[in-house]
């Protein structure tokens, strides 16, 4: 099958390097002809816990002529529906679209191509986007830390279902799931409290995690998520062989102190991770705090579930993204 990454962001380069460094033919679509220049001159290069650079070939995507059965899409959900219906034009007949983002976005792309067509992909491990076609691996490279949920909106399974597991396979381990949405939603929990925080405090995931004053808030965050999740009827599965809500969901004050002393060791393979929202908000650009933080907020006001850290974390995030704050350790005092 025929097949292209849309998007050459942090994720995007690491994901094209390892697969071209495996031997795997495809295209990396990208909007910024700079990032496409860079890629087709230099090719894909990681660095950080692994160093390597591999050849790749790019194209803009104002100048896509081919048709792909599957286009893995690693965008930021700004913009999000343009992009879909752009992306859906450089399909194939029966082509599918996976949609590798945060948050839950695999409703925006069923509404373009339908719900048969759609597939998702949690992606357990982090990046940071150092240069044009450069990106620094931040977690731990082994198999077991560059995990993929993968899943399937219909719960169909199906030729292409099959083609993007093998792919996803190349660079670390596949989990398939059945209650994707709960998958999806572990994801959805881990980014809303260390990559919130490590967009507000301009922090690593480790930083947050370390201090106790941001670790409170990470649990609280956390907390919020769990309830919103129960509230709404689902079921957050496991992630990268931790059950989340075991460990950190608590009903008394024992449960609730043994949850704050793991934090920290639950989130070490990735403790240098630093958020792409933080990476949007030092560059001046929006981030994708409403389609991350701000769907706990949503979830939470449909189905009755306070959701105040939540809530502060996207409110602090608006005023960086206006200039009225500055990303920095400082803004702990503001919870």
């Excluded at 094209?16 to 090719?43: C, H, P, T």
């Excluded at 398939?176 to 939603?185: M, P």
């Excluded at 990735?270 to 560059?283: F, G, R, T, Y």
Aim: proline share 3%; glycine share 8%; hydrophobic share 40%.
């Amino acid at each position: 099958m025929k097949y292209a990454i849309y998007g050459a962001g942090s994720l995007g380069i690491v994901l094209s390097a390892y697969l071209s460094k495996s031997g795997e033919r495809f295209d990396i679509i990208d909007r910024n002809i700079k990032s496409v220049q860079a890629l087709n001159e230099n090719g894909a290069k990681v660095v950080g816990t692994v160093e390597f650079t591999s050849p790749v070939h790019a194209i803009l995507d104002v100048e896509v002529k081919n048709k792909y059965d599957i286009i893995i899409l690693m965008t930021k959900q700004i913009g999000n529906k343009e992009i879909i219906k752009k992306a859906s034009t450089f399909l194939s007949e029966n082509g599918v679209i996976c949609t590798c983002q945060n948050g839950l976005p695999e409703s925006d792309v069923a509404e373009v191509i339908g719900a048969d067509r759609t597939f998702g992909c949690a992606i357990g491990w982090g990046a940071t986007r150092l240069d044009y076609g450069v990106s620094e691996l931040t977690s731990a490279p082994e198999r077991e830390s560059m995990t993929f949920s993968f899943g399937s909106l219909s719960g169909e399974q199906n030729e292409y279902f099959n083609e993007l597991a093998r792919i996803f396979s190349i660079m670390g381990n596949v989990q398939v799931e059945n209650n994707f949405i709960g998958a999806r939603f572990a994801k959805l929990l881990i980014n809303s409290a260390f990559s919130g925080m490590s967009a507000v405090l301009g922090a690593t995931f480790g930083q947050v995690a370390q201090d106790k004053r941001s670790r409170k808030v990470v649990q609280l965050i956390i907390k919020e998520c769990i309830d919103v999740a129960k509230s709404a009827n689902i079921k957050i599965e496991p992630m990268q062989g931790k059950d989340i809500v075991k460990l950190l969901d608590y009903k008394n004050p024992l449960k609730k102190w043994f949850a704050f002393q793991i934090i920290p060791i639950a989130i070490k393979k990735h403790k240098l991770l630093k958020a792409s929202m933080l990476q949007d908000l030092e560059k001046g650009v929006p981030c994708e705090i409403d389609y991350i933080n701000g769907i706990i907020c949503k979830l939470g006001k449909k189905y009755n579930v306070p959701t105040p850290y939540n809530d502060r974390v996207v409110e602090i995030v608006h005023k960086i993204e206006n200039k009225e704050l500055k990303p920095e350790f400082q803004n702990i005092e503001l919870f």
